[in-house]
């Protein structure tokens, strides 16, 4: 079992850029794909990014494409999310999950932390 706790959530303003941090326990995330789901408030939850194990793929939701980068760093046993040029519609609690690889549900889930873009 994985545990992910995600960290870096605040308010900020139209433009700004935040980093938001998962960090893993109980099993090296070497072993699972990871990504970022969001959820804005009366919205269902979507897809946003997610990350090979390797770290050598990506794939980005049209949403925040160009605005939005998902790396790892395996030997912190953490993933992030850099967002860049936020908007107010990039306002949701944002999930770090993970799965044992593609063609897999997202199995792992954290606790959410919330990012609101407003002036």
């Known amino acids: 079992q994985v545990q992910l706790v995600e960290l870096g959530g605040g308010l900020v303003q139209p433009g700004d850029s935040l980093r938001l941090s998962c960090a893993a326990s109980g099993r090296t995330i070497s072993s699972y794909a990871m990504g970022w789901f969001r959820q804005p408030p009366g919205k269902e939850r979507e897809f946003v990014a997610s990350i090979s194990r390797s770290g050598e793929s990506t794939v980005i939701a049209d949403a925040v494409k160009g605005r939005f980068t998902i790396s790892r760093d395996n030997a912190k046993n953490t993933v992030y999310l850099q967002m860049n040029s936020l908007k107010p519609d990039d306002t949701a609690v944002y999930y770090c999950?993970?799965?044992?690889?593609?063609?897999?549900?997202?199995?792992?889930w954290g606790q959410g932390t919330q990012v609101t873009v407003s002036s």
């Open positions: 999950t993970a799965r044992e690889r593609v063609g897999l549900d997202y199995r792992y």
